[in-house]
């Protein structure tokens, strides 16, 4: 009690603030040497902070002020402990402006202490108002430039931050927390947050502090405005991302420790916001080791995912791919590797670029694929070169009746199949042009290989090919027409091509329903093929009523009335 | 006015529950239903984000030119025009292009989306005008707000503190009288294929929106994980900002993440207005006819909304009614036209200052509409939609699965549209718990060899999403419903789907979303407790702030705030405005962008560099 009050006194004679820096420090007593040792590594941290600050550090650095402070500490925490334990539920939940700590000691010092709390915290509601415009906020989130006088006060802050929240982790220096489960501050920015982990008790209270406007209740005393931020930013992980999450500028480089890093990311993470999220991944991309960030964010999934998301738009490739890596996610670097090749315009190139792309640990079939990426495109070059110079030179006569209109390079495999159809179409199968090579090459099902033949011969109207397609001769010599696709189909893509009656009802007659046959024959106008199966059918009615639609001398006419004179056919009506 | 006067005779009933009475004692559903309430008026909103984009310009008085972004326009359009801008001192407009620039005013202020592609032409820009010793003041406003990652580019560019940033909270663009969007389609991807959830705080925000303009709301329904986020955000920020207590015009609201059901945005639209979209694409409630609709030279820009009386009248209904009701609609034209004959001077007179208007009015939209019929029949009636048609319809039903293969397998060996074609295999997929391991190796080579290898990453996307899957192998089946649990609830549901439409004699409308319609179903929004049971894991429904009473509760309540997370179709609003119609509801659909099946498999493709 002595040396609190003694350490005390002295400062809040002379100031309000020192009080805060020095009731701040207050909770770097469970790890002091943590403290301490980051203290010496930085000693420029202390040089450029003013007036308070080196009183701070100084009796930081002195052990017989660790041990009274640490005495006054336990002893208050009894007093409230033993005080308030009744009825503390109700006054926690209840009181909204009040401090975790009551200080209602006769010493004069706690009096005084105690108004002051409370003048300071009653303001402090209204400043948290209109805190929207208090410069007080307005530190840049990224950091200001390494080496300002706000830098090194930040990295003052931090200094002081870690050893603080390391409670929540449960060190096991630290006693005081967990027997002061309801000590928060009812006004601390926690509260208003449905927080998961609620925040230590000494901490939220003495937050309450560091949130306080000090310079409302002795404005004469503001110090110069870079130093507020480093009390006032002080918060905790949740409450820096709840303020984040109002889009107010906070500081991030307090979070120094590995575990104060990834508790910020997981308070993010529990926030839901995305742009959260990203913004600590920044952070953290920045002020961590890729091998260290990359470890961390396993089996932290929804952070994880932001992370890629982050590299993926702002396009850093390399570094995608080391996640990646390290993640042990092979398919997916190789699929990121793979897509480069979309941003190569020389042909060349991009085929030795697709070379590389053959060892990537894609999965098998993936693999397939890419390798018929590789051949094709070196087929297409070796073709398009030939193809332009024939075309130069007049050579071929299909390539000036029908010039082509782009170049074959890096069309998809079927498209370079109709292409060979179209051209190249009676060339032996030893040349790389030849539809028979294509087929062979990459292992083309029927299917694919007749409907673009098709296609192809019937866009030339090449009629006797596509008849040719169909043909089949069975070992006794006798020809057959077969169709890996539905007759129904191939009509289609021939009357589309705009294909002459005499071909379409070829087709039409393989119809095998009848009920189909008749409608494609009406579609197609094929006038032989309606009135055979009317005549088959021996359907006199229908073939009266299609009788109707031809004019007296045309040939139809005079076929169906042959065909309705005929004595020999058994009419069903 | 008949409305109005139904309605009362229901609330003077006093029936504040909400809910319909049984079935049983309905003698005619027709007779005794009850119209379903107003509408809040939404276009305070429209005001709300003009006042708020006029005052940020203000924020940089004098002269400037305004580059926006190109999906920002459409949506900007609909709130202001050009002498609004004018007004404010915009110079010149430009689109963002990632270009070099031209502009030669000293003041350029950007109007973007919160996307680093923006932000890094912009720093390109302010650095070519440094580098050129070129002096000007920038303006960046995000909207709907903006990303810390982009003001990282900003200083990672060395240009932090050489611009000023703004937010503009355009949230809300109301459509039409019960269409709301967020404007944003990155949602889908964003959200349900990377997983990013940088707009679920953007959905909280715009249920904040609603709220505290509309509200309170009685109670919060949601279907997902992403709605959840979004109402946690919701009462986040209910918490933070105080809430004034009055009657809320709007009950329930009720949130779906759109990966509850891709089987119905899959589908192909068979309503009006989706067909409209599938075919013509309608943009941000705008339509553009070309030259085969108009029947002339040049294409038309159209508003398809319910001030078209016309459209208003066919927008829901399945396409083959349409053309029935269109040429009735003609024929009545031309008898109130006729009229006109044996009219006395003082007759026509008054034809034509009271009807001639109208008419004329009338005749333009339904000749519109008669032109885009035609040209969609020409494309539909084709034998190939036929047999789309048929395809899904049995992929829906389950049958005649190796059919529907073939066609697919056709489809693509004929390099038939891409995406058609992509989308029958995520249907097929979907509908079938994925597909059996030799189908997809074989249907994606097939693919990969008619569109491109390329597409090797659109297919890892698919994959990822879970719309085009291989069945795993040698797993019990016990194992796999339960690895698929939530497709096996939507068959169930499916088959609910079923059993309404044919209840509701209205076959087309297998649109509707399945979900919603079991929880509809089993409604008197009373089962419901029920249905989030039944629904494991992701499903919450939670108390609202207030509860209103009297007739104002009884209207509020059957006004119901339906809000997609991921997209919606307008065969699903149709669906909603359906049952509306049938139980005396008014839906009113907040959705995060209108989607089809072309927009959705469109934002997974990922064969660009």
Known sequence: MKGYSNGESMLTKKLVIPFIVSASFIYLIPSPPLACSTARHRPHCASPAPTAAPRSWGSLNDPSDHLNIKNALRDLKLQKMSRAKADEDDYWNSSKFTLAFTFDEEDDDYTRLKESKKAVNSISALADEDDDDDDVEKVSWSGEPVGSISWSVKETASKLRPAGDSRELGFPKISASPSLPKNNSVYSLSSLFKAKTKVGGMLSSSDSFSDTPARHYAPELRKPKCEYKDYISNWSPQETILKMQQGKVVSLERFQSLQDKMLLLDKAVDGHDGNIITAILIYLKRSLCKEVLFRELVGRETALRHYIHYLKESGEQKVLLDLFRALGRTEDEALLQYKHHLTITDENKRRDFLKTCLGLPFSPEDSLHVQDHYTLLERQIIIEENDKQVERTGQSDVFKRFPRKASILNMPLITTLYYSCFYHYSEPEGTYSSPANIRRTFKLAEKQYFLTALAARAKLKAWTDVDSLFTTRNWLGFTKKKSPVAFQRVLDILHKNNAPVQVLEVYVNLLEDLELKINMAHKFKCHDVIINTYRDTKDKKQLLGYQKKFDMSSAEHKKIADVLNNSQIRWKN | ?609
């Open chain 2, 1 to 609: 006015m008949s409305p109005h006067a139904t309605r009362r005779v229901f609330t003077s009933k006093g029936q504040t529950d909400g809910c319909s009475p049984p079935l049983s004692l309905i003698p005619m559903a027709q007779s005794i239903r009850r119209d379903s309430p107003e509408l809040p008026d939404f276009s305070l909103l429209k005001r709300l984000a003009r006042d708020q984009l006029i005052y940020l310009l203000e924020q940089l008085p004098g002269r400037k030119d305004l580059f926006i972004d190109a999906d920002l326009m459409s949506p900007l359009d609909r709130i202001a025009n050009v002498s609004t801008l004018k007004q404010h001192e915009v110079d010149k407009l430009y689109k963002v292009e990632y270009k070099p620039i031209v502009s030669t005013s000293d003041q350029l202020c950007f109007l973007i989306r919160p996307r680093l592609q923006s932000v890094k032409w912009i720093c390109d820009v302010v650095n070519a005008d440094k580098a050129a010793g070129k002096f000007r003041r920038y303006k960046l406003i995000f909207t709907p707000q903006k990303f810390y990652a982009c003001e990282n580019v900003l200083e990672e560019q060395g240009i932090f503190g050489d611009v000023t940033t703004d937010e503009w909270g355009f949230h809300l663009l109301p459509l039409d009288d019960d269409i709301i969007s967020l404007e944003l389609p990155e949602f889908f991807r964003d959200y349900f294929l990377d997983g990013n959830q940088r707009w679920v705080r953007t959905a909280g925000c715009v249920l904040h929106l609603l709220h505290s303009l509309y509200g309170p709301f009685s109670k919060v329904y949601g279907i997902g994980r992403c709605s959840k986020m979004a109402y946690e955000s919701w009462r986040e920020q209910v918490e933070e900002g105080e809430q004034k207590g009055r009657d809320g015009e709007i009950g329930s609201v009720f949130l779906f993440d759109r990966d509850v059901d891709y089987v119905t945005p899959m589908c192909s639209q068979v309503v009006y207005e989706g067909l409209v979209d599938d075919i013509f694409r309608i943009k941000c409630g705008c339509v553009e006819f070309g030259p085969e609709v108009t029947s002339s030279d040049k294409s038309l820009k159209v508003m398809l909304n319910s001030q078209d009386k016309v459209f208003n009248q066919i927008r829901n209904e399945h396409f083959s009614n349409v053309f029935g009701f269109l040429s009735q609609k003609a024929k009545n034209l031309q008898t109130a036209y006729d009229k006109r004959c044996g009219m006395d001077i003082k007759q026509i007179k008054t034809f034509v200052s009271e009807e001639l208007k109208g008419l004329k009015q009338e005749h333009r939209l339904l000749s519109l509409h008669i032109g885009a019929s035609e040209s969609m029949m020409k494309k539909k009636t084709k034998q190939e939609f036929q047999e789309l048609l048929k395809t899904e319809h049995s992929l829906l039903e389950g049958f005649d699965i190796r059919e529907c293969i073939t066609f697919i397998e056709e489809h693509i060996n004929r390099q038939c549209s891409m995406i058609e074609s992509l989308r029958l295999l995520c249907l097929l997929s979907l509908t079938e718990n994925g597909l059996l391991s030799k189908d997809y190796k074989s249907m994606k080579a097939q693919y990969l060899q008619s569109y491109g290898v390329d597409h090797l990453p659109t297919f890892a996307n698919l994959k990822q999403l879970g719309i085009l899957v291989e069945q795993p192998t040698g797993e019990t089946l016990t194992a796999m419903e339960n690895k698929v649990g939530k497709l096996v609830n939507d068959r169930a549901a499916g088959k609910l789907t079923d059993a309404f439409s044919s209840l509701a004699k209205k076959s087309h409308f297998r649109a509707l979303s399945r979900r919603l319609n079991l929880v509809l179903e089993r409604d008197g929004w009373t089962g419901l407790e029920e249905v989030t049971r039944l629904l494991n894991g992701q499903e919450f429904a939670a108390s609202g702030c207030s509860e209103a009473d009297g007739k104002a509760r009884s209207d509020t309540q059957r006004t119901i705030l339906v809000m997609f997370l991921g997209g919606c179709t307008f065969s699903e609003i149709s669906a909603l405005r359906f049952l509306g119609k049938e139980k005396g509801y008014k839906f009113i659909i907040v959705t995060t962008a209108i989607t089809n099946s072309a927009r959705l498999i469109e934002a997974l493709l990922d064969n660009r560099a």
